[in-house]
């Protein structure tokens, strides 16, 4: 029996560690795995005299943890690219919306799809996250908006999760929108959140975390509370989409619940930032949003890094407001609007998105001990993955040791 299942050399490694500077950078390295962890790392002058069933050199190139999309609305039917050609020649969103455009049109082609067709095109999208080095996916539920058809889409989430090398965590977002049932009645919808939606989820383990949508074409603070309380009750941490749109204080109340992470942010206030890092909750900023709704005020980046809040970036992929399949396009974007480093943009996309899953102990950095969730890219240094746009960088995927397709 060998000492390692595989022995990968003439590698540099960006191990994105905690504390390390210069990306955790380890020029000519040797990696090796044993039993889909990483069982040792470091320079190959101090490779210990091991035995290893397969090994490969990797001819100089560049490996990172695996990338992880720690916010996604995976799941969806319909197509509403004819409304953002609406937009483009001026359009109003709010016009789209009063006529059952909007949210709403993907919630009647999600109810109204069947579960193969959902699988499907989740199934493509899943395949080109992948292809840009994601090895984690989190996927939400929220164009359901009843019981069956919430509980539906975690149901595809869960197949997909059956059928994929990848690891996929799901969250239930039933309070994303208010539903044409309810519309008089947001607060009978979070009653029927809390009473039934939620329970019978928990009842079948299909959802690691609940989200809800703070703002106000969706619910506001007290409603949001009375459903976390709820999650609280039931043993599922939480997270928020947070003053994307407006401050409406949904900062404060994440960290309130001591929320993983709260998302978006861009009209967060200082009060909020400063909450984030007391509760120790992490910020994911999504780029891809912010640019296809043409917005101009910014996340408050400067008083996040200042407050030590850890910033996650993720593509946040929807057919409204983010149609985007791709983490290394989310890091490029992420560096452009937002002014995150190069290497900000990359611990955005593994470390700090890992730990907005809850999932650090396990993934996100390039250490023994963790997870072999690796991607070996043809790039002459980490900071290439953020400057390049739609460049397939990729050249290898590793999860738990194994090369996927
Ligand atoms: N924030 C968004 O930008 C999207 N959802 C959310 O909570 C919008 C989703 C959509 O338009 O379908
Ligand atoms: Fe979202």
């Given at each position: 029996m060998a000492d390692w299942d595989l022995l990968l050399t003439d590698l540099h490694l960006a191990t994105l560690a905690e504390g390390a500077p210069d990306f955790g950078l380890v020029r000519d390295a040797a990696l090796a795995v044993a039993d889909g962890k990483i069982a040792w790392l470091g320079p190959a002058g101090e490779l210990p005299g091991k035995s290893a069933a397969e090994q490969r050199s990797l001819g100089g190139r560049w490996a990172t943890p695996a990338l992880i999309?720690?916010?996604?609305?995976?799941i969806f039917a319909g197509d509403r690219a004819g409304e953002f050609e609406e937009r483009l020649a001026g359009v109003a969103y709010a016009d789209i919306a009063a006529r059952g455009g909007g949210i709403l049109s993907t919630v009647r082609a999600t109810r109204n799809a069947d579960i193969d067709t959902l699988y499907e095109s989740a199934h493509t999208r899943l395949r080109q996250l992948a292809a840009s080095g994601v090895a984690t996916v989190e996927i939400k539920s929220g164009y359901g908006l009843d019981v069956a058809s919430e509980l539906k889409m975690l149901g595809v989430a869960r197949n997909l999760s059956d059928t994929s090398d990848l690891t996929i965590r799901a969250t239930l977002l039933a309070a994303h929108s208010v539903p044409p049932e309810y519309s008089d009645d947001a607060n009978g919808y979070i009653d029927l959140i809390c009473e039934e939606i939620l329970p019978e989820v928990v009842e079948r383990e299909l959802a690691d975390y609940v989200d809800a949508y703070c703002e106000r074409v969706a619910f506001d603070a007290p409603q949001i509370a009375k459903l976390f309380r709820r999650a609280e009750e039931l043993g599922l941490p939480v997270r928020l989409h947070a003053d994307?749109?407006?401050?409406?204080g949904g900062a404060e109340l994440a960290a309130h619940f001591k929320a993983l992470s709260a998302d978006?942010?861009?009209?967060?206030n200082e009060a909020g930032v400063r909450a984030l890092a007391a509760a120790g909750t992490t910020a994911v900023l999504l780029p891809g949003a912010f640019l296809t709704l043409n917005e101009t005020q910014q996340p408050p980046i400067d008083a996040l890094r200042d407050a030590g809040v850890p910033i996650a970036v993720a593509t946040?992929?929807?057919?409204?407001?983010s149609p985007l399949c791709s983490m290394t396009e989310a890091m490029a974007l992420a560096s452009r609007l937002f002014g995150l480093t190069p290497e900000e943009c990359l611990a955005g996309a593994t470390r700090n998105a890992a730990r907005a899953l809850g999932l650090l102990n396990d993934r996100g950095t390039l250490e023994k001990g963790k997870r072999a969730d690796i991607a070996v890219w043809d790039v002459n240094h980490p900071r290439d993955l953020v400057y390049?746009?739609?460049?397939?960088?990729?050249?290898e995927l590793l999860i738990a040791g194994i090369p996927v397709a």
């Open positions: 999309d720690c916010h996604t609305h995976l994307q749109l407006s401050d409406g978006h942010l861009e009209y967060t946040d992929c929807n057919p409204g407001t390049w746009m739609g460049r397939r960088s990729l050249d």
